[in-house]
């Protein structure tokens, strides 16, 4: 359902007016108890800078309380706009129908569309997998909910939501020329906006944006500024498609061998700050770029001071 | 052919251990590896032992036919050879299992394997895979002949999804990583010169068509 497109979330009107967003990212995990969630959403709220976080759904198939419930929370509890994800993987159409209705009637205003990692890779591999529709197919179903108030079968839904839908990218992707058309594809079944994979080489970011700029969906890079030494180290050696600089590793293993823990963790935030706000500024020059999707898990405090820096120039 | 794995011996005894005098059949037809009269004897030897072993007492002769799944031929070569027999053991397919409990049911028959999937062979040394789930609406004119709803782990219709990295599925069978199905696709496509199919998106799939019990009335 290419081409139909309403704003209603905040993200997608700040777009829509030209503004570079930011986006965080929450991840629940295997609890009742999100109060450890909800003070990182606080934490990326009091920034000022970031217009919605990404709720995260059975990361890596591991099963957790249910991203609608959490992202509703979160957004009721702090006031920060969620991007709840849904993935195909645990769900038939039934049940994406019901929670994509849920997600209306709570008045979330973002799902990212998600296929999901295979049921098999996570901590309940023997579970039988759904996958029903595919992530592209989601975007679909729901831009049909959204914009014709009816469901896959064509059954008419009382009073539709109103909710934006956003689709995965890779830009590590090899080869990237697949990744493009696989990207067209989900244009044509009407993406709305892109959040990619994380990205730790600007070269890489470049290339990939210039390849994508045809499609005319606003793309929000993914980056990870990490923690310290192993996050980066663990990005490098196991996460497909994600290169680490060599110089980055080296820079970041030097600072982890500072004795000092609070000077060890300064030095790490005010790198992470400096290369994470050129890597920023870069990407801003590509008109298609419209954010940037800060995956700094368990580390909200380092979101601020990057933004600041990019908004600052030099 | 119909790929099978024999089942462990001691899930096989637990079966037959509540009985005196079985038959091991094999089935001469599509399952693979062989599942025939020699590997019968076979099993029928292994079985003594471990019944040996275990202190069971169990009388085992060995048979075969030449395709369980044929009613008539199932019924013409055993019905001679049951007499004093009070269960049977087959290593024919979950098809041919059900075929003996129907056509004799007076005697419980066991499966003597795990079905597993209909398939081709792909390597040397007699490795299966699997090619085909009969899913009911075959696709594989838009895909370059190769089936993303039994190749990819997912069976998406628009894959490939994240998880394809260097042209492999992100689940790995037995430690092994297998091609992903939608990196094939897209190669076959490019090949062609097709990589229009490859883009066009797929609509959702009618997964109703795979719901059992399925019958070839009214096809």
């Known amino acids: 359902m290419k081409g139909k497109f309403t704003p209603f979330s905040e993200l997608m009107k700040k777009i829509a007016a030209g503004e570079f967003v930011y986006t965080g990212e929450l991840e629940p995990h295997k609890t009742t108890d999100i109060s450890e969630t909800i003070e990182w959403a606080r934490t990326l709220k009091a920034t000022g800078k970031v217009t919605a976080a990404n709720v995260t759904d059975n990361p890596s198939s591991t099963a957790c309380i249910s991203s609608l419930v959490a992202a509703y929370i979160i957004q009721r509890e702090t006031g920060l706009e969620t991007i709840y994800q849904l993935r195909t993987a645990d769900r038939n159409r039934l049940a994406l129908v019901s929670d994509v209705l849920g997600a209306g009637a709570l008045g979330l205003k973002n799902i990212l569309a998600l296929t999901g990692d295979h049921t098999m890779l996570g901590d309940n591999p023997q579970s039988k997998p759904v996958f029903d529709l595919d992530g592209t197919q989601l975007i679909a179903m729901i831009k049909q909910m959204v914009y014709e108030g009816k469901d896959p079968a064509g059954n008419e839904i009382a009073n539709p939501p109103k909710i934006n839908v956003g689709a995965a990218a890779q830009p590590g992707a090899d080869p990237l020329e697949m990744e493009i058309l696989k990207m067209e594809r989900k244009v044509e079944a009407g993406a709305e906006f892109f959040q990619t994979q994380v990205v730790f080489d600007v070269e890489v970011a470049l290339k990939f944006l210039d390849e994508a700029s ?16 192993g996050q980066a180290e663990y990005f490098s050696k196991y996460v497909p498609g994600v290169t680490v600089p060599d110089q980055f590793l080296a820079d970041l293993k030097k600072l982890s061998e500072i004795s000092d823990k609070a000077e060890r963790k300064r030095k790490i935030n005010e790198y992470n700050v400096e290369y994470f706000s ?16 800060i995956m700094a898990v368990g580390y909200p405090e380092v979101i601020g001071p990057i933004v600041e820096r990019v908004e600052k120039g030099a | 052919m119909i790929v099978v794995k024999p089942k462990p011996i001691d899930e096989i005894l637990g079966f037959l251990s509540k009985h005196k005098n079985v038959l091991v059949v094999g089935c001469d037809g599509c399952t693979t590896p062989p599942r025939g009269l020699r590997e019968a004897q076979t099993q029928v030897n292994l079985l003594k032992l471990a019944a040996k072993l275990k202190g069971i007492s169990l009388n085992l002769k060995a048979s075969t036919i030449a ?27 979950g098809i041919g299992v059900q075929v003996l409990n129907e056509v004799f049911p007076q005697l419980p028959t066991y499966p003597g394997n795990d079905t597993i999937f209909n398939g081709m062979q792909e390597k040397e040394g007699g490795i299966f895979e699997e090619r085909c789930k009969a899913c009911g609406s075959c696709i594989l004119g838009e895909t370059g002949g190769i089936c993303p709803i039994a190749r990819c782990s997912k069976s998406l219709l628009n894959g490939p999804c994240g998880g394809c990295f260097e042209g492999k599925c992100e689940v790995t069978f037995n430690g092994e990583k297998h091609d992903c199905a939608w990196y094939l696709i897209y190669q076959r496509l490019k090949e062609l010169g097709r990589l229009e199919d490859f883009k066009k998106l797929r609509p959702l799939k009618d997964w109703s068509l795979l719901v059992g019990p399925r019958s070839s009335m009214g096809v």
């Open chain 1, 214 to 229: 045809h499609l005319n969906v606003p793309i929000l890079i993914g980056i990870f500024p990490p923690k310290n030494y």
């Open chain 1, 278 to 293: 050129n890597f920023i500024r870069e990407i801003k020059k590509k008109p298609v770029c419209k954010g940037c999707h």
């Open chain 2, 67 to 93: 395709k369980t799944c044929d009613k008539h031929i199932v019924y013409s070569t055993l019905a001679s050879q049951l007499e004093g027999i009070d269960a049977i053991l087959s290593l024919a397919c």
